[in-house]
């Protein structure tokens, strides 16, 4: 078009920047689809990232063809007219569809299922196949790698997820059970886990410290835009109920959601999710994990995110809750305090012991975000948290001692402690307009006063050569713990070529704690006497400064980064009672950085990363006064501690051989302690001729662990059929004191587990499950006292499905474990049953009524051994888990597309956002 008469025509650019991206019909993205870009006599060729995005620099012509190849999809040939003057060029997206003359018997995709980039594992929703109204949980249990508890927890490739997102949003506070048992799995497009070092590290690229595991849920594109109502309500025998309800709104950015959550159930037995995919059997009865008793919860949560316009998003949520929790327990076994003798029981204590606990808890969590993009060039991000904590427990316990020292205690424990804990982050970044050049500043703060009364009434009989003796200890303990943390952090990247950068990262960290403690015994009548002896005044400080240089290179298959980080610490306290003492040590440690990642591909690669951290010791360690909490095993500190330093080596190999459908991932981490903080468990007589157990602490060299886990997951017959064979291994060296002789703890853990899915058709499903697990630990001052745990746990869920829309179910889930290495009367071997019958309403089938039985055969329990440097303790906790639900289920949603602004659809990020014009 000409140029208005008295105007003068833009001319024409020498250069320009193209950049599009290719979809399927469906709406995903294509990975790796190969684009090529004709001007001319010129052309350039080029694919896809990860995110289906091309880019095209220094294009010498506007008018150019595009041509766009991949396996499994139809090529598509484009010419494009488009403005000279135009620098940059954003191309509407290409739809490829999918190629129709290929085999039958040969399946391709564009995209594979899993994909491994950098920082992040992916998942292609749409090739795992759900029923209707699954949750994503149930989505995840079909996931490689995947591992999920019916309280909502996830385990990824061994290692524990944290939080959740929702289209990059930290969602309803991060809370990652609330995200997978509420949002419906078919809302899903990707699913990806995210190594996540912080918003510092996401925007600037250096990564401190070890990562935290976060659950990222994208959703589809025509599922962007409604509203979700999952609304649930039953009761059953012995007070048994519970309700949810899950109301959502989504609408590209915007996010507002109510999870409100009441339930009073058992522990591990009723599944807290709000799908139907199983019967709710949690049988944690094993050696190793376990967590019995009743609760009683109320916990309603409000969250809301959304851009408010192009330059400001914010995020927040608010939750409250209620636990009580009332759990009895037995339990027995050993504390050793010398090499065995001739007759071991003058050197071990053999304990039994009894209790009953109430335990009430109090939540208020407040969280919000703000991010604001100033231009181009700034961005501010402020992000303040509040979180107040109260409890009141209540403990009566029993425990009868034989062998070295020969007793009975009989006590109650009554405690309330409140912990208001508020904070703030404030993050700053620049860009320069030399590309990658960009500086970073953030201040952390966070202050928490933890203020704990306790109340401890013990009756302690001694039996003495000269006759049995009886002790009354009563006392009153107030604690008051103030914590203050403070870290600052600056860094800049200066880029070096197109492909390497020089990174500076310096920070101070800062952790300042004000206690005090103060003990009074309380007479016959009631009245209380401050114990000078036994109150104190303490306060430290730990500050941790780490200034790292670092170069970094980035090339297609590899990444690198070598550097040196500075270390310097100083750990200062002052004991204000009973006259000041000050303590002043400085420490310095140089610390290499390494980091090393290739890739083959995008489904498989090997990462070696190093990590090294100081640790100051806490507040119990290392304050010079004895803390008689417990009477017969009194705690004082070391104010001469060294902080801990850890050295840790991190190796990850991943691979998934897509036409296979065979993923195969395996870690291993080594790590090393120096001044390890231990303790050394020293005997001291008593008033009564006997002895206690004081516990002291030292700083020791030698504790040391190895460990590593692999997963093989092998899918057939288009997913019919998976079998998944998870293992893990691991050495762990400890070095402790023993009335001030070292002593070392020896323990190994294998873990075998073996879980095939089976889905032959729509009717049928059946999950048998298989594991072994061993358990053992040496202790080198006394071998008499060596464990070895072994359980074998057999266990079988699924469901049929009945009725021509298969609208009827029936559920089961059975397990066995076989326990030996425990004593009879502790360890017990349960046949844990649990079933349901379920029936779908309406053509959309989202009225659902279940009747659930848990624990049909009244069996379960939970048994749970714990390891100390000089023993072990075997518990068996209740679980009154036999009792009946009648349930009411309503799934509700309703989606109107995709978000646009003005007539066009909104292009997305790669971690679901989308993108504000």
Not at 642 to 652: G, M, S
């Amino acid at each position: 078009m000409p140029a208005r008469s008295g105007a003068a025509a833009k001319p024409p650019l020498p250069f320009r920047e193209v950049s599009g991206i290719i979809k399927d019909s469906i709406d995903n993205t294509i990975i790796g689809a190969t684009v090529k870009l004709k001007t001319g006599t010129d052309s350039m060729l080029t694919t896809t990232n990860a995110d289906g995005i091309f880019v095209f620099k220094n294009v010498k012509s506007a008018t150019f063809v595009l041509s766009i190849t991949s396996i499994g999809f139809r090529p598509v040939v484009r010419k494009m007219l488009n403005n000279d003057a135009v620098p940059r060029l954003v191309l509407d997206p290409i739809i490829l569809n999918g190629q129709s003359n290929q085999l039958a018997a040969v399946v391709v995709n564009g995209t594979p299922s899993i994909t491994y980039k950098t920082d992040t594992v992916e998942y292609k929703a749409s090739d795992y196949k759900v029923r209707p109204n699954a949750s994503v949980d149930e989505l995840l249990k079909k996931m490689e790698g995947m591992e999920v508890g019916t309280d909502g927890s996830l385990t990824h490739q061994g290692q524990a997820v944290t939080r959740a997102k929702l289209n990059g949003k930290i969602y309803s506070g991060g809370n990652l059970a609330q995200a997978i048992q509420n949002l419906p799995a078919d809302i899903v497009e990707k699913i990806q886990v995210v190594d996540d070092y912080g918003d510092q590290a996401a925007r600037t690229g250096i990564k401190d410290g070890d990562p935290e595991k976060v659950l990222n849920i994208t959703t589809r594109a025509d599922r962007s835009v409604g509203n979700i109502a999952r609304l649930s309500a039953g009761a059953g025998n012995n007070d048994r109920y519970e309700a949810r309800a899950f109301l959502q709104r989504i609408n590209g950015n915007q996010q507002i959601g109510v999870i409100g959550d009441f339930r009073n159930t058992v522990n591990g037995v009723a599944s807290t999710g709000t799908n139907g995919g199983s019967a709710g059997g949690g049988n944690n009865n094993n050696s190793n994990s376990g967590s019995g008793g009743t609760t009683t919860t109320i916990a309603p949560t409000i969250s809301f995110a959304d851009q408010l316009s192009k330059k400001v998003q914010v995020n927040g949520s608010y939750g409250y809750s209620i636990n009580k929790v009332h759990a009895i327990t037995n339990s027995n076994g050993e504390q050793f305090f010398n090499t065995i003798p001739a007759n071991r029981g003058d050197s071990t204590i053999f304990f039994t012991n009894n209790g009953d606990s109430q335990n009430n808890r109090i939540n208020h969590k407040l969280d919000f975000k703000l991010d604001y993009q100033i231009d181009s060039a700034n961005y501010l991000q402020i992000t303040p948290t509040i979180n107040f904590t109260s409890s009141d427990n209540t403990n009566t316990s029993s425990r009868f001692e034989t062998g070295l020292r020969h007793q009975d205690r009989l006590g109650a424990n009554n405690s309330y402690n409140k912990t208001p804990n508020w904070g703030g982050l404030i993050l700053y970044q620049h860009i320069f307009k030399k590309p990658r050049r960009n500086l970073s500043f953030q201040f952390n703060y966070t202050n928490s006063n933890q203020e704990v009364d306790n109340e401890q009434n013990n009756t302690i009989r001694y039996y003495l050569p000269t006759g049995n003796v009886d002790s009354l200890v009563h006392r009153y303990i107030e604690r008051d713990n103030l914590t203050k943390n403070i870290r600052t952090s600056f860094t800049y990247v200066e880029p070096l070529s197109l492909s390497s950068q020089l990174e500076l990262n310096a920070q101070v960290n800062y952790r300042g704690y004000d206690n005090t403690a103060y003990t009074s015994n309380i007479s016959a009548n009631g009245q209380r006497f401050l114990i000078d002896s036994l109150s104190n005044v303490y306060d430290y400080s730990f500050t941790e400064t780490r200034i790292a240089l670092n170069y970094r290179l980035t090339k297609t298959k590899y990444n690198f980064s070598l550097g040196l980080t500075a270390v310097p610490t100083n750990l200062r306290g002052t004991r204000v009672s009973q006259g000041n003492i000050m303590t002043d040590q400085n420490y310095f440690n140089l610390i290499p950085i390494a980091r090393f990642q290739y890739a083959w591909s995008r489904q498989q690669r090997f990462t070696l990363s190093y990590q090294g951290n100081p640790s100051e010791p806490s507040f119990n360690q290392i304050q010079p006064v004895r803390d008689v909490s417990n009477p017969q095993n009194p705690v004082v500190g070391n104010p001469d501690l060294k902080p801990a330093f850890r050295h840790a080596i991190n190796t990850q190999y991943n691979n998934y051989i897509s036409n296979s459908r065979l993923n195969l991932s395996a870690n291993v981490v080594a790590a090393l302690v120096n001044n390890q903080i231990v303790t050394n468990n020293v005997r001291i007589p008593d008033a009564y001729g006997a002895f206690k157990n004081e516990t002291r602490y030292v700083n020791l060299n030698g504790s040391y662990n190895v460990n590593g886990n692999y997963n093989i997951s092998k899918q057939l017959a288009d997913r019919k059929y998976n079998l998944s064979l998870i293992g893990s291994v691991g050495y762990n060296r400890t070095v402790s004191m023993l009335n001030n002789v070292q002593n070392f703890r020896n323990t190994w853990r294998l873990n075998e587990r073996f879980g095939p899915r089976i889905n032959p058709n729509e009717s049928i499903e059946v999950n048998p499950y298989v594991a072994y697990d061993v358990t053992r630990n040496f202790f080198e001052a006394n071998p008499a006292s060596n464990t070895d745990i072994r359980t074998t746990a057999l266990a079988i869920d699924g469901r049929f499905f009945f009725m021509k829309n298969r609208t009827l179910q029936v559920g089961y889930s059975a397990s066995k474990n076989f326990i030996t290495g425990i004593s009879n009367n502790i360890s017990r071997n349960p046949f844990v049953v649990n079933a349901y019958i379920e029936n779908e309403f309406f053509s959309k089938r989202n009225l659902i009524v279940r009747l659930q039985v848990f624990d049909v055969l009244k069996q379960n329990n939970f048994v749970n051994q714990v390891t100390t440097e000089n023993g072990f303790t075997n518990t068996l906790s209740n679980a009154l888990s036999r009792y009946f639900m009648l349930s009411v289920r309503a799934n509700l949603q309703k989606w109107t597309g995709s978000p646009s602004r003005n007539g066009r659809q909104l292009r997305r990020r790669g971690d679901g956002s989308f993108i504000e014009p």
